[in-house]
Structures are given as structure tokens and as C-alpha cells.
Nanobody, 125 residues
Framework: QVELVESGGGSVQAGGSLRLSCAAS????????MGWFRQAPGKEREGVAG???????KYADSVKGRFTISPDNNKNTLVLQMNSLTPEDTGMYYC???????????????????WGQGTEVTVSS
């Protein structure tokens, strides 16, 4: 059973930075897809950044150039570095993992089987 635990959320002012981490346990397969997703109040969950074990990385257009996703394979941890935050980045951020190698659907929440509980990010203007 895969368990994902997010951390690093908080409250920052616009222009600030946060570093989110997702610790994965119970992982037995080397091939995977992992991603960060967010959900703002009243809105659908959306993909922010994703990576698969083939090295493909994708970002949502809204975060390109500001967010960086990176795995720490030794620690089974996935990091999302978020810079130049804006109030539009506010929401609950979730980490997700699947054993399928996703490509075109890397940022589609419906394709992921395992989810963390989320960590909240609030950006004030």
C-alpha cells in the first residue's frame, strides 16, 4: 500500500516562495508517474506539475518558469519548488502517484490511483 504524505504548505505574500515535499512509502515498483495537483475553493482539481520514471516532466502553463518539480529518489521524495507565488496559486496541493507511465495524461488527476491528504497553500496580495 502506497502512502503519500505532503508537507511544506503555508501562508506567504505574493512574490514569495514555498517548497512542498511529498514523502512516498510502500513503493515497490520502479516505473511510475507522480504529480502535484491543486484545488482552489469551488474549482476542480488541476494538474500543476508531473514527472514519470522515463524522465518526462510537464508543467501547467500557469506555473511554467515559476515552479520546479524534482524527485529525490534516495529518499522517495518528490519536491515542488514554487517561486514568484501569486494569489491565484492559493489552494490545497496534493501529491499523487501511479504505477503507469503517463505521458499525454501526466497532468490529469483522473489517471492517478494514489493520493496524499494535501497541504494548504495561501498566497496573499
Amino acid at each position: 500500500q502506497v502512502e503519500l504524505v505532503e508537507s511544506g504548505g503555508g501562508s506567504v505574500q505574493a512574490g514569495g516562495s514555498l517548497r512542498l515535499s511529498c514523502a512516498a512509502s510502500g513503493v515497490t515498483r520502479r516505473k511510475f508517474s507522480m504529480g502535484w495537483f491543486r484545488q482552489a475553493p469551488g474549482k476542480e482539481r488541476e494538474g500543476v506539475a508531473g514527472i514519470n520514471s522515463d524522465g518526462l516532466i510537464k508543467y501547467a502553463d500557469s506555473v511554467k518558469g515559476r515552479f520546479t518539480i524534482s524527485p529525490d529518489n534516495n529518499k522517495n521524495t518528490l519536491v515542488l519548488q514554487m517561486n514568484s507565488l501569486t494569489p491565484e496559486d492559493t489552494g490545497m496541493y496534493y501529491c499523487a502517484r501511479d504505477t503507469a507511465i503517463l505521458n499525454d495524461s501526466l497532468l490529469r488527476p483522473a489517471r492517478y490511483a494514489d493520493w496524499g491528504q494535501g497541504t494548504e497553500v495561501t498566497v496573499s496580495s
